[in-house]
């Protein structure tokens, strides 16, 4: 079955980096899209960033352009979000996802999530 | 930010029928993309309720059914049972903002 498993989360300075990587199973990574989706306390549902299967194809939603990168790693069916200049308003649960597929816009399978905390 | 527009909460008796609204816009819901439904059990992630407007992944039970019309979508439990008490999420594509895939404001379902 299908498993998507976040780790890298935790607390971290306002301006500071962290990474978040997603290991997946139970399907042929390398053929499907990778999302990033996150969730502050008690509040709805972000799109933060995807990675389609060719790996060179990113997008990025504005409020983390150019602060966020997204890749992947299929020889180790992974996919990462490197997280630079952080803010407290990107503290939140961060979810890793599978796309449908590349033009499939939506989401058949979430992680558990990784919480990630800016403060100072 | 969200761009659909979802009521904060809905309740329902056991057995009874809920719908849960969601209103997008041109850009979004009425220029044809798929609308799809996530529910959010308490304290997990969420889950694939139904994608392509209509369509249920397998082990989704057929008391959840959804349509779309023009500018909006709509997610109906029928026969709500108390499991079903969670938050629900309706999500699109959206070629004009500032973020591609968009969510609805999410939606709680109390089951009384």
């Known amino acids: 079955q299908v498993q998507l498993v976040e780790s890298g989360g935790g607390v971290v300075q306002p301006g500071r980096s962290l990474r978040l990587a997603c290991a997946a199973s139970?399907?042929?990574?390398?053929?499907?899209?990778m999302h990033w989706v996150r969730q502050a306390l008690g509040k709805g549902l972000h799109w933060v960033a995807v990675i389609l299967s060719d790996e060179r194809n990113k997008d990025y939603a504005d409020s983390v352009k150019g602060r966020f990168t997204i890749s992947r790693d299929n020889s180790k069916n992974t996919v990462y979000l490197q997280m630079n200049s952080l803010r407290t308003e990107d503290t939140a649960m961060y979810y890793c996802?599978?796309?449908?597929?590349?033009?499939?816009?939506?989401?058949?399978?979430w992680g558990q999530g990784a919480l990630v905390t800016v403060s100072s | 930010q969200s761009v659909l527009t979802q009521p904060p909460s809905v309740s329902g008796a056991p057995g009874q029928r809920v719908t849960i609204s969601c209103t997008g816009s041109s850009s979004n819901i009425g220029a044809g993309y798929d609308v799809h439904w996530y529910q959010q059990l308490p304290g997990t992630a969420p889950k694939l309720l139904i994608y392509?407007?209509?369509n249920r992944p397998s082990g989704v039970p057929d008391r959840f059914s959804a349509s779309k019309s023009g500018t909006s979508a709509s997610l109906a439990i029928t026969g709500l049972q108390a499991e079903d008490e969670a938050d629900y999420y309706c999500q699109s594509y959206d070629s004009s903002l500032s973020a591609l895939y968009v969510f609805g404001t999410g939606t709680k379902v109390t089951v009384l």
């Open positions: 392509g407007n209509t």
């Open positions: 996802a599978k796309g449908y597929g590349d033009y499939d816009l939506f989401f058949d399978y």
């Open positions: 139970g399907f042929t990574f390398s053929r499907y899209p």
